[in-house]
């Protein structure tokens, strides 16, 4: 979401606070959750550092390599060009590429996927609503870039190059909605899109990878899903972890996690589990979170130069 957006957001939240105090004499914090005071799970939210690279002032999804070793992918939202950049842990530039066949109306979202024959993707998700006029939505897939110690050099005005990205299309298959959060199934290479909603729950949606056609596929609904926060449905981010096996998810505020019963052979069964907080710590606009290359740590970043790079680690 951009900086314009978050701010016509915020009167807005102003409004419906104020409203829900007068009326029900509760008080209202948006995208505010209560931590445990002991997360069973995971440990205490760590700045591992900040990024470095100027070219990144809206981190607004993040994704960690499957192939690569400490290599995390990210990109701008809205108002920059079809770019991804490469950083590590503790935010240094790895790199900057170009990404062609690829417009950046309103990128939310990045993932990443290794198939079955060990060859990694980027995934990006132009799912915003920020965007001309229009119903359809387009996912892009590239092969991951290799990373080298000579990228680090390169930036937006010098970039490197990704290969051509091919595209799946889709439109939803109720009304058109606005999105922040992409995720690929590890299992099945599925996509995953959870909307962003101010009122309600969050909408749940499977896209197939048909990518390379032309065709608008309609999305399935598979579910909807509220995590314990005001508002309960306003998602800017998500992961499916490695072994598909749990799923992360993020508002402005906290995380949450959703974990696969070991009974289950269904991942959708996944959506009707109860999300548990997961503390991130302070972030000024947080709106990307991933898990790591083996699923140990949770990375998070939020929007800003200078941002830091957050990781908590599961005990």
Sequence with gaps: MSNKTIAKFSGFVISLAAASVIFSGC???ASKTEQPASDPHYGPPTVTGKIKSKDITESSGLAAS???NNVLWTHNDSGDDAFIYGINASGDNLGTWRVPNAKNNDWEDIAAYKDKGGKCFIYIGEIGNNKPRGSDHTVYRIPEPLVTPDNASSARKDPLFTANAETVLFSYP????????LMVN??????YVLTKRISGPAGIYRVKPNFGGQDVQKAEKIAEISVPAIPNGLLTGGDISPDGRRVIICDYAQAYE???PETSVNFDDIWKQTPEIVNLGERRQGEAVTYNVDGTS???TSEGRDAPVIEVKRK
Excluded: W
Excluded at 174 to 181: I, N, R, S, V
Excluded at 186 to 191: G, M, V
């Design 258 to 260: 959703l974990v696969l």
């Design 186 to 191: 590890p299992k099945t290479a599925d996509i």
């Design 27 to 29: 008080a209202f914090v």
């Design 298 to 300: 949770i990375f998070a």
């Design 174 to 181: 109720d009304y058109d909605q606005d999105a922040e959060t």
């Design 66 to 68: 499957r192939c690569q």
